[in-house]
C-alpha cells in the first residue's frame, strides 16, 4: 500500500509563476519529512528536511511546511525558473523501524515553460 | 568533492544473464543503499550494508543480491535477470540513518530483454 501520496502528479507552469506541491502520508510513527529534486535523468538532491510539528524551512525560493498531526506538507516554489523543471520527491523517514527505513512518493513532475 | 559515482550508466542485458552494478562513495559514509525506480512509482529499498563485508535485505530483496567488499564500494548482483527488473537503479549512502541525509547517484538505467 502506498504510505506517500503526491499531488499534482503533474504540473505546468509559466515562468516566474509560483507554484505548490502537495504531499500525504500515512507512514507511522513518522520521524521526518525530506523534499528531494530530481532532474531527469539525474539522482536525488535535498532541498530541505522537515522534523517538528509545524516545521517551516526556507530554501532560497523553495520553502515548506509540516503538519504532522495531518500528515500533510506542502513544498512552495515562488518565482519558477526553466530550470526548477524536474520531478520533486517527498520522502517521509518512518521512526518505528531500526534503520530508520524511508518510503519515497512517486513525484510532482513539473515542467516550467517560458 | 564527495559524491557517489554508479557504473555503468546505461546496461542492456539479456534474461537469463548476470548483472553486476557498481557503486563508490567518497563520502566516507558508513551507510550504502540499493533502490530502484520504477516509472509511476516511489523508490523501494532493496538491499542496504552499514558495515564493509555485510550487507542486509531491503524491502524488495528478491532476485538481487548486493556486496560491500569496502566502505567505498557496493555492489548490486543479478545472477538470472529478468523482465521485471527493467528499472533505472539507484544507490546512495549516508553517514548514519533516521535524520541522516542520503546522498545520491545518478542512477543506472537497466533494460532486461
Known amino acids: 500500500k502506498t504510505q506517500v501520496e503526491q499531488s499534482p502528479q503533474s504540473l505546468v507552469v509559466r515562468q516566474g509563476e509560483n507554484c505548490v506541491l502537495q504531499?500525504?502520508?500515512?507512514?507511522?510513527?513518522?520521524?521526518?519529512l525530506r523534499w528531494f529534486k530530481q532532474d531527469t535523468g539525474k539522482g536525488l538532491v535535498s532541498l530541505t528536511v522537515?522534523?517538528?510539528?509545524?516545521d517551516k524551512t526556507s530554501n532560497g525560493r523553495y520553502s515548506a511546511t509540516l503538519d504532522k498531526d495531518a500528515k500533510h506538507s506542502t513544498l512552495h516554489i515562488t518565482a519558477t525558473l526553466l530550470d526548477d523543471t524536474a520531478t520533486y520527491i517527498c520522502?517521509?523517514?518512518?521512526?518505528?523501524?531500526?534503520?530508520?527505513?524511508?518510503?519515497f512518493g512517486a513525484g510532482t513532475q513539473l515542467i516550467v515553460i517560458p | 568533492e564527495a559524491a557517489v559515482t554508479q557504473s555503468p550508466r546505461s546496461k542492456v542485458a539479456v534474461t537469463g544473464g548476470k548483472v553486476t552494478l557498481s557503486c563508490h562513495q567518497t563520502?566516507?559514509?558508513?551507510?550504502m543503499y540499493w533502490y530502484r525506480q520504477d516509472t509511476g512509482h516511489g523508490l523501494r529499498l532493496i538491499h542496504y550494508s552499514y558495515v564493509a563485508d555485510s550487507t542486509e535485505k531491503g524491502d524488495i530483496p528478491d532476485g538481487y543480491k548486493a556486496s560491500r567488499p569496502s566502505q567505498e564500494n557496493f555492489s548490486l548482483i543479478l545472477e538470472l535477470a529478468s523482465l521485471s527488473q527493467t528499472a533505472v537503479y539507484f544507490c546512495?549512502?549516508?553517514?548514519?540513518?533516521?535524520?541522516?541525509?542520503?546522498?545520491f547517484g545518478p542512477g543506472t538505467r537497466l533494460t532486461v530483454l
Open positions: 504531499c500525504n502520508y500515512s507512514v507511522t510513527p513518522d520521524n521526518h
Open positions: 520522502v517521509v523517514g518512518d521512526r518505528g523501524s531500526a534503520l530508520g527505513r524511508l518510503h
Open positions: 522537515l522534523v517538528h510539528e509545524n
Open positions: 563520502n566516507n559514509h558508513d551507510y
Open positions: 546512495a549512502s549516508s553517514e548514519g540513518h533516521n535524520y541522516a541525509e542520503q546522498f
